[in-house]
């Protein structure tokens, strides 16, 4: 399937099913999954959505969506495991998006056995859509974006919010709270507004995509001894940067700091 078909598929099903729902939604449209974490009846029909339509278009891929994994957990094991795979989050942010807040973004990765070939992030409320393929680098609105250096006191954001104002005695800036939101924190690394970000407990929907982007501008995800991230590490924390080196600084700095909660 051509990249920018996917993109346009990914903007039409949020147009029709997505989009609608925000600040449209009823009670029984939302409920619980635990520990603070919500799915409405958004995500359930974009995601049925993709998994027909991308299936139909790669009938040779695995269609793998973050509601379906919640539903059965063994579906996590086909991620870098199948031999072509699509990985959907069909409402990232989903508790801003039923807050009425505009920070909620559409992913997909598209992986070939382990690797992730190519990454698609949609902002409905910003109109930002940002793309990437290996080795063919990451746009936005179809504008290449360019690397940039990271600062000398690298800029970053988390969503735990014992992490936050942590700035390693002076060797970082003070941390300040995410968006709660991958698909839009990723773009904010990607285009300089931080310079990395820090995260909990990593889901691979979350950062397959965002973690393509930065991979072509240099950068990449570490666990906080360096080592590199890959699905299926839920339960350690990770730093994403557009710049390796800044990932692993800031990652070497990160277990100093005390409540991890």
């Not at 973004?105 to 990437?132: K, S």
Request: glycine fraction near 12%; proline fraction near 8%.
């Amino acid at each position: 399937m051509n990249p920018d078909d996917v993109m346009t598929l990914i903007k039409d099903i949020s147009a029709r099913i997505v989009e609608p729902r925000f600040r449209a939604l009823g009670r029984s449209d939302v409920r619980s999954k635990g520990l603070g974490d919500v799915v409405t009846i958004a995500d359930h029909e974009a995601e049925t959505e993709f998994i027909t339509r991308l299936g139909q278009a790669c009938p040779d891929a695995v269609v793998i969506g973050e509601e379906s994994c919640y539903a059965d957990p063994s579906l996590l094991g086909a991620i870098g495991a199948a031999e072509h795979c699509f990985v959907v989050d069909p409402v990232d942010g989903t508790g801003n998006f039923v807050r009425g807040k505009d920070d909620f973004a559409v992913m997909v990765a598209e992986m070939r056995g382990p690797r992730t070939v190519a990454g698609w992030i949609w902002q409905p409320r910003h109109g930002r859509a940002y793309q990437a393929s290996a080795g063919g680098g990451v746009t936005c609105n179809g504008e290449p974006i360019a690397p940039s250096p990271t600062h000398p006191r690298p800029t970053g954001a988390a969503g735990q919010r014992a992490w936050r104002d942590f700035d390693a005695a002076g060797r970082i800036s003070p941390v300040r709270e995410s968006t709660h939101c991958a698909g839009v924190d990723y773009p904010h690394v990607i285009t300089g507004r931080l310079d990395f970000i820090a995260y909990r407990h990593p889901k691979p929907w979350d950062h397959l995509a965002g973690g393509l982007m930065l991979a072509e501008l240099g950068g990449g995800i570490v666990h906080l001894d360096g080592s590199s991230w890959a699905p299926g590490d839920e339960d350690a924390p990770i730093i994403s940067s557009r710049d390796l080196a800044t990932a692993k600084r800031v990652a070497a700095l990160w277990p100093s700091y005390p409540p991890r909660h």
